[in-house]
Every structure is written in structure tokens, then in C-alpha cells.
T-cell receptor
Framework: EPEVTQTPSHQVTQMGQEVILRCVPISNHLYFYWYRQILGQKVEFLVSFYNNEISEKSEIFDDQFSVERPDGSNFTLKIRSTKLEDSAMYFC????????????FGSGTQLSVL | EDQVTQSPEALRLQEGESSSLNCSYTVSGLRGLFWYRQDPGKGPEFLFTLYSAGEEKEKERLKATLTKKESFLHITAPKPEDSATYLCAVQAYNTDKLIFGTGTRLQVFP
């Protein structure tokens, strides 16, 4: 069964450093998302991306965050200057047709900011 | 404000002991309610989407139902492999995002 692939599975970084989290969505999917889950808390929406542009973003997704689809297969989340509070599990998700459709989530990247 | 509340936070069942998980929601206009299963260290795995009150969906030992204020996930004769955290999420009209609850952590003992 096709799946969303995320790399790395774990990322440790120093506060203030830039990190790039990588995702390969399912190949025929057109809508891409990033969510995050701080330990013990809810899964939270960060951003949605369609047709090579951001379609919606949350208050969390400030100027320190950016997303990119650099080629036909990868989808990345960049955090420019990490903060301690950015420590979380980051999930990439994709779906075929957008709203109302089931999302397929990757296994996540555990980001630890020291 | 759109929100989702799940109860109980945790549930311990004996194998074969049926039960129900609750998801209460408030949303400006419900496009869909989603149930996901999450295993430790993994991403959510899709189970069901419900779109309108009265709708029901089943998959193996799981059955999801929806009213205008809440959804239930009924687990019939659970097995240890059903142990996981079950997440409920809602999506409103005019938005891409899913709003998740904190989940119910289910443990099924042999």
C-alpha cells in the first residue's frame, strides 16, 4: 500500500539553527499538509499546500516557517531559527482531492530543539 | 471557536469487553468528522469519515456513529491488537484544517 514517507525520523538541533523536514507524499496526491504534535497534546494543523502555493496556514505557522515542493515528489518544511517550543513530532500528510477527503499521514519526524 | 472533546482520556478493557468512545464537538458548519487510530511513535491512521447526523460506518470490530453534537466509536469484542490511541477530528466548511481532540488511549488486555 502506498505511504507517506518522512525523513529523518529524529532530528536534534540547537536553538537558533535552521532545520528542514522532508516528506514524500503519495504519488497521485495533490494536497499536502504539515501538522505537529507536542508531547501529550493535540495534533495541530500548521499549513496546507496545493498547486504550488499555500492554501491555508495556522497562527503557529509564522515567518519562521516555510514550505516548498522543490520537485515532483518532495515536500519540505523549513524552520529558519528554531526555538525550544518548536520541539514536537511533525507529521506530513497528503490526500487526493482536498477538503472532506481522508488524509494519509507519515510516521513523523521527532524534532528536539536543545 | 471550533473544538473537539474526547472521553474518556484512557480506557482499559478485557479482551471481548465491548465499549464506546465519545467525541463531542462544536463547529461552525460540519464538513466532516474523522476517526483516526494512532499507535505510539506513528502518524494517525485513517479509520472513518462521517458527514451527516445519523450516518454510521463499520469496519471489522469498529462502528462509528454521528449526531449533531457528538460521535461515538463503538468497539465490539476488542482484541489486544486494538490497543491504540483513537483520535477524533472535525473539519468545518471553508477550511482545509482538521481540528483534533486529545484522543482516547485504549488498552485491551488478554
Amino acid at each position: 500500500e502506498p505511504e507517506v514517507t518522512q525523513t529523518p525520523s529524529h532530528q536534534v538541533t540547537q536553538m537558533g539553527q535552521e532545520v528542514i523536514l522532508r516528506c514524500v507524499p503519495i504519488s497521485n496526491h495533490l494536497y499536502f499538509y504539515w501538522y505537529r504534535q507536542i508531547l501529550g497534546q493535540k495534533v495541530e494543523f500548521l499549513v496546507s499546500f496545493y498547486n504550488n502555493e499555500i492554501s491555508e496556514k495556522s497562527e503557529i505557522f509564522d515567518d519562521q516557517f516555510s514550505v516548498e515542493r522543490p520537485d515532483g515528489s518532495n515536500f519540505t518544511l523549513k524552520i529558519r531559527s528554531t526555538k525550544l517550543e518548536d520541539s514536537a513530532m511533525y507529521f506530513c500528510a497528503s490526500c487526493v482531492a482536498g477538503v472532506g477527503e481522508k488524509l494519509f499521514f507519515g510516521s513523523g519526524t521527532q524534532l528536539s530543539v536543545l | 471557536e471550533d473544538q473537539v472533546t474526547q472521553s474518556p482520556e484512557a480506557l482499559r478493557l478485557q479482551e471481548g469487553e465491548s465499549s464506546s468512545l465519545n467525541c463531542s464537538y462544536t463547529v461552525s458548519g460540519l464538513r466532516g468528522l474523522f476517526w483516526y487510530r494512532q499507535d505510539p511513535g506513528k502518524g494517525p491512521e485513517f479509520l472513518f469519515t462521517l458527514y451527516s447526523a445519523g450516518e454510521e460506518k463499520e469496519k471489522e470490530r469498529l462502528k462509528a456513529t454521528l449526531t449533531k453534537k457528538e460521535s461515538f466509536l463503538h468497539i465490539t469484542a476488542p482484541k489486544p491488537e486494538d490497543s491504540a490511541t483513537y483520535l477524533c477530528a472535525v473539519q468545518a466548511y471553508n477550511t482545509d484544517k482538521l481540528i483534533f481532540g486529545t484522543g482516547t488511549r485504549l488498552q485491551v488486555f488478554p
